[in-house]
Nanobody, 121 residues
């Protein structure tokens, strides 16, 4: 079964950093644009960052711009989300998704099950 698997979540203090990874079990990441979404408790899922298949197009949500960096390694079928200067509002389950573009206006074909990031104050 083809799937995406996130890792790297955990508990971190405010101001700290985490790097999330997303790997696949088949030929997903190397063939799609990749995006990160998050869903905080009692909130709707929101877009965080996206990167095109070639890596030349990158988009960030305003809330993470300047603090988060998305990158990809197609040869290793892995996508990364480096998160710096974390604050409690970043607490959420983070999901990677493979789709036909970046951002919220394109459908996502594959989703991971998520990894929990908790930022303590």
């Amino acid at each position: 079964q083809v799937q995406l698997v996130e890792s790297g979540g955990g508990l971190v203090q405010a101001g700290g950093s985490l790097m999330l990874s997303c790997a696949d079990s088949g030929r997903i990441i190397s063939n799609y644009a990749m995006n990160w979404f998050r869903q905080a408790p009692r909130k709707e899922r929101e877009f965080v960052a996206g990167i095109s298949w070639t890596g030349t197009s990158i988009l960030y949500a305003d809330s993470v711009k300047g603090r988060f960096t998305i990158s990809r390694d197609n040869a290793k079928s892995t996508v990364f989300l480096q998160m710096n200067s974390l604050n409690p509002e970043d607490t959420a389950v983070y999901y990677c998704a493979a789709g036909y573009g970046v951002g919220t206006g394109v459908p996502m074909k594959y989703w991971g099950k998520g990894t929990l990031v908790t930022v303590s104050s």
